[in-house]
């Protein structure tokens, strides 16, 4: 299904970002509550078919690892 086709299509893109994160020595060992919230967010948007609030969640979790990696 769709559902199944999108994470298909960003599993390489996550991948290579925690590769990334991991060979930076940027990768957080204890991640912080809330991009865990954040995670659970976007599933939780996913399962109940609500794709702004999945989308806004995901945003969150994006700029995380921009801030992580100093992006910006």
Excluded: C, Q, W
Excluded at 26 to 53: F, Q, S, T
Excluded at 59 to 71: K, P, Q, S, T, Y
Aim: without cysteine; neutral net charge; proline residues 6%.
């Amino acid at each position: 299904g769709s559902v199944h086709d999108l994470f298909a299509g960003v599993a390489g893109i996550i991948a290579t970002v925690l590769r990334g994160r991991l060979e930076l020595g940027k990768y957080p060992m204890k991640p912080k509550p809330a991009a865990l919230d954040a995670h659970d967010a976007v599933a939780d948007a996913i399962a109940k078919g609500d794709p702004e609030r999945a989308r806004k969640a995901m945003f969150d979790i994006v700029d995380e690892v921009a801030r992580a990696l100093n992006f910006f």
